[in-house]
């Protein structure tokens, strides 16, 4: 269980890398923090395949839970995001 203490101090840097503000200079890990800290309190979100790259820019592969895929586009763009998820 995630401490409310902690997640109110550290959503807003969450927030900041969420929105592409903050990520210069961090870790992949720190990255993968926000990210994961983001999820705690949103867990779905959505994004074209348009945007996926840069939406998660920092994160590795198996960082995401889940990928769910409405109209697959291209192929290889399908292949990009399966890697950064575990199922």
């Given at each position: 269980m995630c401490d409310p203490e902690l997640v109110r101090k550290n959503l807003p840097a969450a927030t900041g890398v969420?929105?592409?503000?903050?990520t210069n200079g961090l870790t992949?890990?720190?990255?993968?923090?926000?990210?994961?800290?983001?999820?705690?309190v949103?867990?779905?979100?959505?994004?074209t395949f348009a945007s996926l790259a840069r939406t998660f820019a920092g994160l590795g592969s198996d960082s995401l839970g889940w990928l769910f895929i409405d109209e697959a586009g291209h192929p290889v763009v399908v292949l990009r995001a399966s890697g950064r998820c575990r199922r």
């Open positions: 969420i929105r592409g503000e903050d992949p890990d720190a990255v993968l923090a926000a990210w994961q800290q983001f999820f705690y949103v867990p779905v979100v959505s994004t």
